[in-house]
């Protein structure tokens, strides 16, 4: 078969290792050619192509970012998008397309396949790890191990310095990155999305720390919002620095503020992301092989399975009450 391979939305640790599996397996057990398509769904609706064969793929597995470059761009964003993609497709004899992306990319990836008849197989990506029908997504726990890494440095510096350190993670729509690197980083307290927050409870949280003689490490989720809503961010780098500044205002306290930013999206995969990349690749090209379009590889447990796209995509991840609760019994 010639299968076209794409990886869109924000980048993440872990996708050239999809890449490389793909490939190697397609090659050396099916004998098939790919085609790789750059920048996402841009590279399709405008016929824009890179060679992928097995020396494309050599020495990719432990590299961040993508080999093949990617983009938010939409192909239903214009009504003959479905045409222009399956026009490249025939152009090149494409048979299958693997679609490697998060909620936007995949679900554009479901349209396609149900309703244009585009035989997509989806891979879920991204460190939000907001995508149903799966445990995890890749790049996800590359992004909760640099959020712990600088949780346990911020824990020595704001002992030192008797200060109240805020960490501002990453996470779109959800607070899947705070609530895990939170538990592991042993923070003490985690606001996120989900739940809006009291700032006052915070500061509470903090003075009862600060009286156990222990300073206080704030983790939020850049999306989060306090309970009264939208708050005036001019001139502040995010919700973090608002926090801290509110924290130094209401408690006396001084507070500090890091935001993590892209550097939870950059650089060399975890091994649980090279395993998981590896095997959603490899399952991914059994996919396309028996055909079964508008599938998504997902992990359960510590399987690998195929769901509908339709299915993953229909609505985000999100951490629910329960989930959340695990992480107040450590809170202040
Ligand atoms: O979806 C991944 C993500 O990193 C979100 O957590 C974040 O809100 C967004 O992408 C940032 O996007 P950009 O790289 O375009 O600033």
Redesign the pocket.
Same mark, same amino acid.
């Given at each position: 078969m010639r299968v076209g391979v794409l990886t869109g939305g924000?980048d993440c640790p872990g996708l050239n290792a999809v890449i490389r599996a793909v490939v190697r397996k397609g090659v050396q057990d099916y004998g098939d050619g790919f085609i790789g398509f750059r920048d996402g769904w841009r590279g399709v609706l405008q016929d824009d192509t890179v060679v992928l064969d097995i020396p494309a793929v050599r020495g990719t597995l432990p590299r961040g970012g993508t080999i093949l470059g990617s983009s938010r761009t939409d192909p239903l964003a214009d009504t003959d998008g479905p045409d222009r993609v399956r026009k490249t497709l025939s152009r090149h004899e494409v048979d299958a397309l693997i679609v490697i992306g =998060?909620v936007n990319t995949l679900g554009a990836a479901a349209v396609l396949a149900n309703q244009h008849g585009v035989p997509c197989v989806g891979v879920p990506k991204?460190? +939000?790890n907001d995508v149903s029908a799966t445990d995890y997504t890749v790049g996800f726990d590359t992004a909760v191990r640099v959020a712990t890494e600088a949780i346990d440095r911020l824990h020595t510096t704001a002992e030192s310095h008797q200060r109240v350190l805020v960490v501002e993670v990453? =996470? &779109?729509n959800s607070g899947w990155i705070a609530v895990h690197a939170g538990l592991a980083g042993g923070a003490n307290c985690v606001l996120i999305p989900e739940q809006p927050f009291d700032v006052n409870r915070v500061c509470d949280y903090i003075e009862s720390r600060f009286k156990a003689t222990y300073a206080p490490i704030v983790v939020v989720t +850049?999306s989060a919002l306090p309970q009264e809503g939208e708050v005036d961010l001019a001139g502040l780098s995010g919700i973090g620095e608002w926090l801290g500044r509110e924290i130094e205002r209401r408690t006396g306290y001084e507070a500090r503020t890091t935001v993590l930013g892209?550097i939870q &999206?950059g650089g060399t995969p975890s091994p649980f992301d090279r395993w998981l990349a590896t095997r959603f690749g490899l399952h991914a090209i059994d996919a396309v092989h028996d055909g079964d379009w508008g599938a998504m590889v997902a992990l359960r447990g510590t399987d690998i399975v195929r769901v509908p796209l339709a299915e993953a995509v229909a609505g985000l991840k999100t951490v629910d009450a329960a989930r959340y609760a695990e992480n107040e019994v450590f809170f202040g």
């Open positions: 924000s =998060g991204t460190i +939000d990453m =996470g &779109r +850049d892209h &999206r």
